[in-house]
C-alpha cells in the first residue's frame, strides 16, 4: 500500500491520482509516495453525525504537504480521533479498514478502496 | 436566433416532511405551474425534470417520462437533469438553453426530491456518494466538509463565532413568511450556538433540514410571453461551472471556484455587475456557504461577508437582501427542488407576488451550488 499523488511535466503536484494533471491536462510523468513524509494540518472537524459503517464521531482534516516545494493537500482520519489543531505536524499510518465494507450505499465490491491511510500526530 | 429568455410563471409545493412520493410531487408542482401561467398542456414543447436521486431514495427511475405523462405533456420532448444539489439550477440551464436556441418555444421545468423516508444516516450516504473515492473511504459526509471550511474561514478571517448564528437567525426569520418554508419558527442565536454540534464548529442550526418537496417554472421567448402575461421575468444571464470532484485539491477552501466562474459569465451576459443585483437566493445548505457566494459573487470583499451579516445588511429590510424565501436553512433543500425553488423567489419577487417577503427589486439572482461548490450554477433574472 502506498499514498500515491502524480506530478505532470509542468510540476503540479496532485493527490489523489488522475489520468490527467486536473490543472494542465497534461498526462502524468511520475508517482510520488506521500505515505513516508509529514504533513500540516491545515483544518479539521469532528462529525458527529456520520454515515452507516462509519466511526462515530469521525475526527477528519486537511493535511499539507510539501513535494520538492509544490504543496499537496489530502483529507483524512485522524488515528484514534485524537485531539488536533491547525498546524499540528501529523504523518500518515496505515489503517485495514477506514469505514466498513458494503454496509453504506456502495457494496464491497464497488470501485472502492476500504483501506488506506489515517494521521497521527508526529512523534 | 437571438431570443430573450421569458419565465411567465411558476410553482411550488409545501416544503416538508410529506407522504408523497416522487411522481406526485412532481406532478403537483408541473400541475400547479401549468395553471399560474395558463398554459395548456398541448402547449408544452419540452419538459425538464431536476431530480438528484429518485432511484437511491426510492428506486424510481424514468421521472421525466411519469410527469410527461401525467400531466397530459405527450409527446413533449423530456429529460431529467442531475447535477446533484444544482440539478435545480441546471434545469434552469437547459430550460433557457431550449427556449434560446429555437429548440422549444414552450418549456416547462420541474424539480423535486423526496428524501425524508430514509434515516438521516442513510440519506447522509447517498449525498456523500457524490464524493471521490479516496474521500467517501474516510467517512466524509458534506457536512464534514462544511465543518472544515467553516473552522479554515474564521481562524483565517478572524470572524467571530455567531456571525455564522446570526445567518441562521436571519433565514428563519425570513421563513417565518413563507407558508411553503419547512420550518415557520424564529431561533435565537443562543439556541443556534447552544444546539449539538454537528461537525465542529458548527452546529444543528447551521445546517439545513432534509426535506420533500418540488418546484417549478415555466419558459418561452419574451414574444410569446406578451401573449401570456402582462408581468414577467427575463432569464438575462446565467452561468455555470464545474470545480474539482475532489475537494482538498483546490488551492483556498475558502474561494468556491465554481461560484466565481459561473458568476462572472452570468454578470458578462447580463452586462451588469453586483452592484446591480437588489435580491439573491444563495445556497445555503450551511451557513458558511452564505458567506463564501457573497464573496465568490462579489456582493463582499473576500473574508468580509460576516460584517455585512452582522450589519444587518443582507436582512429583508437591509440594502440587498439574502434568502428572503428563508433560504435552504429554513424553506428546507429537497435536492432537486432547491434551484428552482431558488428561481421561482426570485420571479416572485421580481413580479411582484412575493408577499410578506416583497422587497423593491427590478433585478435578481440565484447561486445553486451542487456537491460542496463541486458545480455551480447563477442566474440572473430581470423583471418586465
Ligand atoms: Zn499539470
Given at each position: 500500500m502506498s499514498m500515491d499523488a502524480i506530478r505532470c511535466p509542468n510540476g503540479h503536484v496532485k493527490y489523489p491520482t488522475h489520468p490527467r494533471c486536473p490543472e494542465c491536462g497534461e498526462e502524468p510523468v511520475e508517482t510520488i509516495d506521500l505515505s513516508d513524509r509529514t504533513g500540516e494540518v491545515v483544518t479539521w472537524t469532528e462529525s458527529t453525525a456520520t454515515p452507516p459503517g462509519v466511526r462515530e464521531p469521525n475526527v477528519l482534516a486537511f493535511v499539507e504537504f510539501e513535494v520538492d516545494g509544490t504543496p499537496v493537500r489530502a483529507l483524512g482520519q485522524i488515528a484514534d480521533n485524537a485531539d488536533v489543531e491547525t498546524g499540528d505536524e501529523v504523518e500518515p499510518v496505515y489503517a485495514d479498514e477506514l469505514r466498513e465494507p458494503g454496509v453504506g450505499l456502495k457494496p464491497a465490491d464497488a470501485d472502492q478502496e476500504w483501506d488506506g491511510y489515517r494521521f497521527r500526530l508526529s512523534q | 436566433m437571438d431570443r430573450e429568455v421569458a419565465i411567465i410563471g411558476g410553482s411550488m409545493t409545501k416544503f416538508g416532511q410529506r407522504d408523497a412520493w416522487i411522481r406526485e410531487l412532481l406532478s403537483q408542482a408541473g400541475e400547479a405551474c401549468l395553471e399560474d401561467a395558463g398554459v395548456e398542456p398541448d402547449d408544452v414543447d419540452h419538459v425538464y425534470v431536476s431530480n438528484m436521486a429518485s432511484g437511491e431514495f426510492e428506486g424510481q427511475g424514468g421521472i421525466m417520462n411519469a410527469v410527461a405523462h401525467d400531466l397530459g405533456l405527450l409527446p413533449a420532448y423530456s429529460q431529467r437533469i442531475d447535477q446533484t444539489s444544482s440539478s435545480g439550477g441546471a434545469g434552469m440551464y437547459a430550460a433557457w438553453q431550449s427556449i434560446k436556441s429555437g429548440a422549444s418555444d414552450m418549456t416547462l421545468l420541474v424539480g423535486g426530491e423526496k428524501m425524508t423516508h430514509k434515516g438521516t444516516g442513510d440519506a447522509t450516504d447517498i449525498i456523500a456518494s457524490i464524493t471521490h473515492p479516496a474521500e467517501y473511504k474516510h467517512g466524509v459526509t458534506l457536512p464534514s466538509f462544511a465543518g472544515m471550511t467553516a473552522r479554515h474561514y474564521l481562524e483565517k478571517f478572524?470572524?467571530?463565532?455567531?456571525s455564522l448564528a446570526k445567518v441562521a437567525v436571519k433565514n428563519h426569520e425570513n421563513g417565518t413568511r413563507n407558508p411553503k418554508a419547512q420550518f415557520q419558527k424564529e431561533i435565537t442565536e443562543k439556541k443556534a450556538l447552544e444546539s449539538p454540534i454537528i461537525a465542529d464548529p458548527l452546529r444543528l442550526y447551521d445546517f439545513c433540514p432534509i426535506t420533500d418537496g418540488s418546484a417549478a417554472l415555466m419558459f418561452c421567448p419574451v414574444e410569446v410571453a406578451e401573449e401570456y402575461a402582462d408581468d414577467y421575468a427575463v432569464v438575462s444571464g446565467i452561468g455555470g461551472a464545474t470545480d474539482t470532484h475532489v475537494v482538498h485539491e483546490r488551492d483556498d477552501p475558502t474561494t468556491m471556484g465554481g461560484v466565481v466562474d459561473s458568476g462572472e459569465e452570468a454578470y458578462e451576459m447580463a452586462g451588469i455587475g453586483p452592484d446591480d443585483i437588489d435580491v439573491a437566493e444563495l445556497?445555503?445548505?450551511?451557513?458558511?456557504l452564505e458567506f463564501l457566494q457573497m464573496e465568490g459573487l462579489d456582493f463582499a470583499e473576500t473574508g468580509e461577508a460576516w460584517k455585512h451579516v452582522e450589519e444587518g445588511r443582507t436582512a429583508i429590510d437591509g440594502d440587498r437582501p439574502i434568502n428572503t424565501s428563508g433560504g435552504l436553512k429554513s424553506k428546507g433543500h429537497p435536492l432537486g427542488a432547491s434551484g428552482v425553488a431558488q428561481g421561482y423567489e426570485i420571479y416572485e419577487q421580481l413580479v411582484g407576488e412575493a408577499g410578506e417577503r416583497q422587497v423593491d427589486a427590478e433585478t435578481g439572482l440565484a447561486c445553486n451550488v451542487g456537491g460542496f461548490g463541486n458545480c455551480v450554477i447563477t442566474t440572473i433574472m430581470e423583471a418586465r
Open positions: - | 478572524d470572524a467571530p463565532r455567531e445556497h445555503d445548505m450551511f451557513t458558511i
